[in-house]
Structures are given as structure tokens and as C-alpha cells.
């Protein structure tokens, strides 16, 4: 499995960016969907955004126009640029790989997370 590691979150007023930064421990060339999620206290993890290797990107709908996701296969990373930040992101965003799509809106994790980085949007 590949080996995640997040970085970049932080407190942030509303209305805010921050930039998230996820590095794999090897290449990410094959991968071919990788994605950013996030869990709020007492909230089930969701999908915020995901890319594929040919620059597809997907997004929930609470963040779409706001969020931009990004890869960068030479350097093993992907990234998750969040503007116009509200208090509801407040959340740990977890980077995935292997994300699979199912069909419509239904997309399922692969087996490696990283540890996580808080994001925490004061209003």
C-alpha cells in the first residue's frame, strides 16, 4: 500500500483559503483516481473532491466553486486549494488512493489514508 501524509491545514477565518497537501511515499503515475475526504465530529466521512490521472475532477456539491483539486505526478502529490471557506469545512481532511467509481454519484475509498489534517473555519 501506499503511504499518504497531509499537510497544510490550520485555523482560518470564514471566508478564507488554505491550500492541503497530500505526499505519497511512491508514484502516484498509476493511480488512477485519488481523492480528498473529510470527517466532522459526529458526521460520516465524505468525498469532497477527486482527480484521476487524466485530470478528471469530481466534487461534492457543497464545495463546488469553491475547492479545486490538483496532482502533480512527478513530485507524488496532490493537493486541495479551499477558498470562500465557510464554518461548516471545519473537519479532518483525510487524501485517499484508488478511489473507485461506481456509477451517478457513488465513488468508494482504496485501503490507504493518510493520518489526516485539521481544518477548523472560525465564523
Known amino acids: 500500500q501506499v503511504q499518504l501524509v497531509e499537510s497544510g491545514g490550520g485555523l482560518v477565518q470564514a471566508g478564507g483559503s488554505l491550500r492541503l497537501s497530500c505526499v505519497a511515499s511512491r508514484s502516484i503515475f498509476a493511480i488512477n483516481r485519488m481523492g480528498w475526504y473529510r470527517q466532522a465530529p459526529g458526521k460520516q466521512r465524505e468525498l469532497v473532491a477527486g482527480v484521476t490521472s487524466g485530470g478528471s475532477t469530481n466534487y461534492a456539491d457543497s464545495v463546488k466553486g469553491r475547492f479545486t483539486i490538483s496532482r502533480d505526478n512527478a513530485k507524488k502529490t496532490i493537493y486541495l486549494q479551499m477558498n470562500s471557506l465557510k464554518p461548516e469545512d471545519t473537519a479532518v481532511y483525510y487524501c485517499?488512493?484508488?478511489?473507485?467509481?461506481?456509477?451517478?454519484?457513488?465513488?468508494?475509498?482504496?485501503?490507504?489514508w493518510g493520518q489526516g489534517t485539521q481544518v477548523t473555519v472560525s465564523s
Open positions: 485517499n488512493a484508488d478511489v473507485t467509481y461506481l456509477g451517478g454519484s457513488l465513488y468508494i475509498p482504496g485501503p490507504s
